[in-house]
């Protein structure tokens, strides 16, 4: 079992960066894959980017490749998500996941969720 509390969130101006983090509480974190996911009003939940148990290994939506970087630190138990040159369609509530099998941009393989952070581009 494990808690998840993001934050980071807030207003930046189109072109500008933020860094997201997520606090997990738990034995086992460094077990876990992780990802980051992201709702707009209206719209569904899409995948952002995922990192392996050990974060030897990530994954990404093609559209975030180059612009977003997601890392973890064990030690400190969190997951962090690097927005660079973020654009106004990146508004959107921004969630963690954890989860006990290989890492997916699918959200059914999830098996907790954070409350998630707002992330709002202004132009």
């Known amino acids: 079992q494990v808690q998840l509390v993001e934050s980071g969130g807030g207003l930046v101006q189109a072109g500008g960066s933020l860094r997201l983090s997520c606090a997990a509480s738990?034995?086992?974190?460094?077990?876990?894959?992780m990802g980051w996911f992201r709702q707009a009003p209206g719209k569904e939940r899409e995948f952002v980017a995922a990192?392996?148990?050990?974060?030897?290994?990530?994954y990404y939506r093609d559209s975030m490749k180059g612009r977003f970087t997601i890392s973890r630190d064990n030690a400190k138990n969190t997951v962090y998500l690097k927005m660079n040159n973020l654009k106004p369609e990146d508004t959107a509530v921004y969630y963690c996941?954890?989860?006990?099998?290989?890492?997916?941009?699918?959200?059914?393989?999830?098996?907790?969720w954070g409350q998630g952070t707002q992330v709002t581009v202004s132009s």
């Open positions: 996941a954890a989860s006990q099998n290989f890492y997916s941009d699918a959200k059914y393989e999830y098996d907790y």
């Open positions: 738990g034995r086992t974190f460094s077990s876990y894959a």
């Open positions: 990192i392996s148990w050990s974060g030897g290994r990530t």
